[in-house]
Structure formats: C-alpha cells, structure tokens
C-alpha cells in the first residue's frame, strides 16, 4: 500500500507522519508527503521531534504534489490530509483515484516562541500523528471487512482527538 500525506507547506506535519508511516508501517506500506505550496525545506522542529523518537529523517524534503499526480508516479492508494488548508484545496487528478481521508492537527510550525513552546507543539504533533498511525496499522485490511467499512474506519481516525 502507497500513503501520500498532504499539507500545504509539506515543512511539519506531513513529514512528521510521513516519517511515523515510514517507521511504523515498514514493510507494510510506503509512505510519501507532499504540499501544494512547499516551503522547499523541513522545519528544524519536525526534524528535531522524530530525530528525538529515532525515526530517520533522511527521506525529508518539502515538495510539490505534483510530483505525485504524473503518470510515471509511484500508485498511491489512500491521500491524508493533515491540515485544513490543504483538505480544502482543490487537488489534482490522482492516477488510479485512491482514497482519501482529512487527519488535520493544529500547525506547530505556527508557533515560534519561546522554544520551549515550539518543543512543546512540536510534541503534541508526534503524539497525534503516532496515536492515529497506530490506529491506522491496527485496522484488518480492506478484503477482510470490505471496502466501504475500511475507507469509513480510516476517516474516522482523523477525529480520534476531538473525542478524548
């Protein structure tokens, strides 16, 4: 299975999950993130949180969706949003039509001081992202329950928050 998570600047949230799909779900599935308006480099604090959980930030570069929406494309499967902007945005034609599901968290990157605080949010995101992934790899596969019912689970994860 091919993840893409989105995000307009691709800088924080999507590379934070992206890198939890990437440690978590290995060998499972592979995980890719995009922004329609890349800020062209990661925020030091989304490096800086998964570098602190060991997850390796080699794969991390802020860039365009459109590298996902060309025919030579890797196929992807299921698109997450993680931010309002970019779950409101008009998105490209995806080759194959994959599922989509919103997961939005709050922008960390929004904060920027004092650095205890930009810690702090930088924290509240990993911990999102981690709970709802986790959630995400528990789930039985789409054969075993049907279609329907997994696209309903995996967009019922993005309100795991707003719940507790």
């Known amino acids: 299975m091919n993840i893409l998570v989105l995000c ?45 959980h060991d997850i390796d930030t080699d794969f991390a570069r802020s860039k365009s969706w459109d590298e996902f929406a060309k025919k030579d494309s ?13 779950k409101d945005e008009t998105c490209p034609i995806w080759p194959g039509h994959p599922c989509t599901a919103h997961w939005g968290v709050e922008d960390p990157a929004d904060i920027t001081a004092p650095p205890v605080a930009v810690r702090a949010a930088f924290t509240k ?3 999102q992202m981690h709970r709802r992934i986790m959630a995400f790899l528990a789930l039985p596969s789409a054969d075993e329950i049907g279609a329907g019912p997994w696209l309903e689970q995996v967009r019922a994860i993005g309100q795991m928050d707003e719940m507790d």
């Open 74 to 86: 890797p196929s992807i499967d299921v698109i997450i949003t993680v931010c309002g902007n970019a």
């Open 8 to 52: 307009t600047g691709n800088s924080a949230r999507s590379l934070i999950a992206e890198g939890l799909l990437r440690s978590l779900g290995s060998g499972k599935l592979q995980a890719f993130s995009a922004g329609s308006k890349p800020t062209g480099q990661p925020n030091p604090g989304a490096i800086a949180v998964l570098q602190a």
């Open 125 to 127: 995101t990993y911990d």
